[in-house]
């Protein structure tokens, strides 16, 4: 219950939808990055999770099909586990990351989120996404993309089972992708 005012006026919340919750664990995941809070972000996985993001190509208009690299099968910008995601959250708090020392300062925003199917063990979620990356004095970089997201319930909240990244650009004009999504 919530109190507003005095004892004798408090009000019960609806419980949230399960759209609400879902926004509010990505809304936090973005926190999480934002702040630089590694180690929590990485807690939002399962031990199982699958963090992949092929590349983008310019194809014919009749091949759409071809537009970004096949899973498992060709390269990819990020095809990485939990256990590669701990690596690279390790070599970040370290120091020993070139290319993130200092830390660049993000802004992920997340935006039509919508859940494309639930079950008992698990929710597809699709959304759009910007993230911002501003580095040392004048470095900025922009991501605009998709995300597909395997999350299975947990308690009170999600772990997220495998995350699809689909980026918008097909060549990216920075010198490093450290960045996560």
Same mark, same amino acid.
């Given at each position: 219950?919530?109190?507003?005012? %005095?004892?004798?006026? !408090?009000? &019960?919340?609806?419980?949230?939808? +399960?759209?609400?919750r879902?926004?509010? @664990?990505? #809304? $936090?995941?973005?926190?999480?990055?934002?702040?630089?809070?590694? /180690?929590?972000?990485?807690?939002? =996985?399962?031990? *199982? #999770?699958?963090?992949?993001?092929? +590349?983008?190509?310019?194809?014919?208009? *009749?091949?759409?099909? #071809?537009?970004?690299?096949?899973? !498992?099968? *060709? #390269?990819?910008?990020? %095809?990485? /586990?939990?256990?590669?995601?701990? !690596?690279?959250?390790? !070599? +970040?708090?370290?120091? /020993?990351?070139?290319?993130?020392?200092p830390?660049?300062? &993000?802004?992920?925003?997340?935006?039509?989120?919508r859940?494309?199917?639930?079950?008992?063990?698990?929710?597809?979620?699709?959304?759009?996404?910007?993230?911002?990356?501003?580095?040392?004095?004048?470095?900025?970089?922009? =991501?605009?993309?998709?995300?597909?997201?395997? $999350?299975?319930? /947990?308690?009170?909240? =999600?772990?997220?089972?495998?995350?699809?990244? @689909?980026?918008?650009?097909?060549?990216?004009?920075?010198?490093?992708?450290t960045? @996560? @999504?």
């Amino acid at each position: 219950m919530i109190a507003t005012g %005095d004892r004798s006026h !408090q009000t &019960t919340l609806p419980a949230p939808s +399960l759209k609400e919750r879902v926004e509010d @664990f990505l #809304a $936090l995941e973005g926190e999480l990055l934002d702040e630089r809070r590694f /180690d929590e972000w990485l807690e939002l =996985f399962a031990d *199982d #999770a699958r963090y992949w993001m092929p +590349l983008a190509r310019n194809i014919e208009h *009749d091949n759409l099909a #071809a537009e970004y690299t096949r899973e !498992q099968q *060709d #390269a990819a910008w990020f %095809d990485e /586990d939990k256990k590669t995601l701990l !690596q690279r959250v390790m !070599q +970040l708090k370290g120091g /020993d990351h070139w290319a993130e020392e200092p830390f660049s300062r &993000t802004t992920h925003i997340t935006a039509n989120i919508r859940i494309e199917s639930a079950s008992e063990t698990e929710l597809t979620v699709k959304s759009r996404f910007i993230v911002y990356v501003n580095r040392r004095e004048g470095e900025v970089r922009l =991501f605009v993309g998709k995300r597909i997201d395997v $999350l299975r319930p /947990d308690g009170e909240g =999600f772990l997220i089972a495998k995350r699809s990244i @689909f980026l918008d650009q097909s060549k990216l004009l920075f010198k490093n992708l450290t960045t @996560f @999504f």
